[in-house]
DNA sequence: CTGAAAGCGCTTACAG
DNA sequence: CTGAAAGCGCTTACAG
């Protein structure tokens, strides 16, 4: 194994330079700085992790936590790591991933072991034990998500509330009266997952707020269950001109089959955003509407935050990304009656 | 920080004894053991990761590689990757994730700086470049998956042969004579993932053995794409009176409410077996038979594996587990013509 | 069965 | 601008 001492050596320098040269803490003549770097490159040599964090009290390895429950697929919390451990790599970052059993017991066992430099909580709860255990401990740690009580935490999240006012703002400056919202499945709400309810009730709330005439109902995985209950809507007295998805993809594409079967014209007769998908949705047929959910965005901001954190100190917060709509051309005005 | 010195002082024995106390790697008076012990729960003490890596050359980490390519959402990923972690846990290993862009990087970057002591490598494709390059890094590996050339790797999997084989078996010896497998979408076989043309020849090749007429074709992500193939059998001149499904969750259900809608008796006029799913079948209407995917068994068999390469040396291999056939009533004799 | 000490490979004051 | 040296907190031969 080559060490610090090798490229000190063939660099003809001392282990000091090499160790400053490598990390730019101090001011290096421009020659030897080279001479450093051709014996690094000629040696190939890598600084011995374990010796780095001992000595530099820094570990360059983030946790993140995400339970990764085996009965909640959502291909939308692989974005979430994924997007986190591109982020932390930007800041020579690795991520140690802790999931649903070491949710709290591995928190704790990393930190104390000074195995990581900071946390990152995924998948946050309305009541999370993970954020009541990072209060305690005295680590830089940032959720993604807002659980209820934010008391002395650092979180980011994409503005969901935001989402919800915006999707029935659309809709409703098109003339809807009549508007759908069609979630999660119910377990989701129930489970006490923290966004899905803040766009549900931002939405519900404006929708009051304007006089609009408003629904939301939850829709379960199954592709049966979006049929019965698009079609339901579909045969009301009173159907609803516009529709919101936070849905699943496999959820919305199935309502758009079931839209085509019957003849429903989009826009023309129905108006459709999506909301907060991690997906695009420019490719169904037809196209639409979205309000993306960015994770590289917000998962980039916490680990900004994180690293901002390790450096010296941020104050508690509650960062919401506002959120963009873009038009696909999936909601029109309301056709006169 | 409390470290070892204060355990020490506090037990009133040397750091040594600490260390080989909490390790067992010699014997102690079991009083002395006792005290040490309390004095760690009193002070709550945890070995320093850094500490421990460079003074004992083990830093209780795996690297994963997991792709998480942003377009293969399969959850059936996320299950390997949960499992992966789980089992590790169990030998007192963390797991840092790689991802994409890290691939190869990566995996030199954390074996060059020993940030980990063995690498589990997931998503395996036919020709991978992680397969080339950890036969030539020296440093404990196991993939998960059956890449073309297995050379110098140890490899574990579910047998995927004997899951194609065993399901046109079971059809085959109900009297079904026309069968078809429906796959996973075109992309996944044509990126080179390893197992799906492992099962699909397998399968194809044993039909031909036993005279039986069989026929496969991909299934894309959509539902309509299901829909309109299972359509298209089940109106074809000679439908097939067995199917053998190696596709996701949605396309299964969407291919029972189709079944269902047109009217199709499972088992009684169609029979049916889920070919190594990650997910429970039993739920079903109808339930199916199923020859499960287990990612607890295989990646803990991958993580013992790595552990023993650790602890000395394993001969390259590559280790197939049988799989297992689960009756759930969704097979039945042909019916005489 | 236990202890004193060397050493793991770095980082970072301390000097010059 | 650079070097010699202390020290990070462990593990593990080496002694007894």
Redo the contacts with the bound molecule.
């Keep these: 194994?080559?060490?610090?001492?090798d490229v000190a050596r063939v660099a003809?320098?001392?282990?000091?330079?090499?160790?400053?040269a490598?990390?730019g803490?101090?001011?290096?003549?421009e020659?030897?700085?080279r001479r450093v770097e051709a014996a690094v490159r000629e040696l190939d040599?890598r600084?011995?992790a374990?010796?780095?964090m001992?000595?530099?009290?820094?570990t360059y390895i983030f946790a993140v936590t995400e339970p990764l429950r085996a009965d909640t697929y959502e291909p939308a919390h692989m974005a979430f790591v994924l997007a986190t451990a591109t982020a932390a790599r930007t800041y020579d970052y690795d991520v140690l991933l802790l999931t649903q059993d070491e949710a709290t017991g591995g928190l704790s066992r990393v930190t104390s072991s000074r195995l990581v430099d900071g946390i990152i909580v995924l998948d946050v709860l309305r009541e999370d034990e993970r954020a009541d255990l990072v209060r305690s401990l005295d680590i830089p740690s940032v959720l993604i998500g807002v659980p209820d009580d934010t008391a002395g935490l650092v979180c980011v999240d994409l503005d969901f509330e935001a989402v919800g006012r915006m999707a029935l703002d659309r809709l409703a400056d098109a003339g809807h009266r009549t508007v759908t919202l069609l979630g999660q499945p119910q377990a989701v709400y129930d489970r006490g997952s923290n966004f899905p309810p803040r766009l549900r009730d931002a939405f519900l709330a404006r929708a009051a707020e304007r006089g609009i005439d408003a629904a939301f109902h939850a829709v379960e995985r199954e592709p049966s269950d979006m049929r019965a209950r698009l079609a339901t809507l579909l045969d009301a007295d009173t159907p609803p001109t516009g529709v919101v998805f936070h849905c699943e993809e496999q959820q919305q594409t199935t309502a758009l089959e079931l839209l085509a079967e019957r003849g429903v014209a989009v826009p023309g007769e129905m108006s459709i955003v999506s909301a907060a998908p991690t997906f695009p949705t420019s490719g169904f047929r037809p196209p639409l509407d979205r309000i993306p959910l960015v994770p590289a965005y917000t998962c980039g901001r916490a680990v900004e935050l994180a690293i901002n954190q390790i450096a010296g100190s941020v104050e508690p917060r509650v960062e919401l990304v506002p959120p963009t709509y873009e038009d696909h051309g999936s909601v029109a005005p309301l056709p006169a009656a």
Tied chains: 1, 2.
């Excluded at 001992?54 to 820094?58: H, N």
């Design positions: 194994m080559t060490t610090i001492h003809g320098v001392s282990i000091s330079t090499v160790s400053y490598l990390s803490k101090r001011s290096i003549t020659s030897t700085r040599y600084p011995n374990g010796a780095r001992l000595a530099g009290r820094r």
